[in-house]
């Protein structure tokens, strides 16, 4: 069995865009949350509406992943990443990730069948999530993230940390023997 290499998001380009929202977000938990390094702050909406997440560069970025941390999507939600040519979402369509589950389910030989029903997911029982998706590296002037999660329980869709940028993957793995100390 193979492993597959680390990959590293070296700098994160989420932290440099002007983010907006639609349609807004709780007054006291805004969209600039998502910048922030504090692991208490979230970013709230308001309803389980879509939800679009905007973000524009003063200069093209290339881009390659984007994580959506400590989020709390149901295995139902989806997040959809769209990257533009153009300012404010403007210009051609570079990229779209197409609706990308949020929780994706257990592969059959992960689970235990024992105690593991068929729809688990590897954050099933977890109070938060992460949701990250790769690709080829595209330069990139503007983003949209669409959040989908209808049925969640909670009311809302939040989130603590939105991270996009270029990532590096080495060409050798780090050896899984390797001792940290």
């Given at each position: ?20 929202t639609?349609?807004?977000?709780v007054a ?10 504090s692991?208490?702050k ?6 389980l ?45 570079l ?20 105690y ?7 954050f ?6 992460f ?26 869709m ?24």
């Open positions: 069995m193979t492993t597959p290499n680390v990959r590293i998001l070296i700098e994160n380009d989420a932290d440099t865009a002007t983010l907006t639609s349609p807004a977000l006291t938990l805004p969209v600039a949350n998502l910048q922030e390094t692991r208490y979230l970013a709230r909406t308001t309803s509406a879509s939800q679009d997440i905007l973000g524009n560069w003063s200069a093209d970025r290339c881009i390659s992943c984007i994580t959506l941390w400590r989020h709390n999507l149901t295995s139902a939600g989806t997040m959809r990443l769209y990257l533009y040519s153009g300012a404010n979402q403007t210009g051609s369509t990229f779209d990730s197409g609706a990308v589950v949020a929780h994706p389910i257990k592969a059959l030989g992960d689970m235990d069948l024992v593991d029903p068929l729809t688990t997911s590897v099933t029982g977890w109070d938060w999530a949701t990250t998706i790769w690709f080829n590296a595209i330069w990139c002037r503007s983003f949209k993230l669409t959040l989908a999660d209808a049925s969640n329980p909670a009311g809302y939040q989130a603590a940390r939105l991270m996009l940028g270029r990532h590096f993957e080495p060409l050798y793995n780090m050896p899984l023997s390797c001792p940290l100390f």
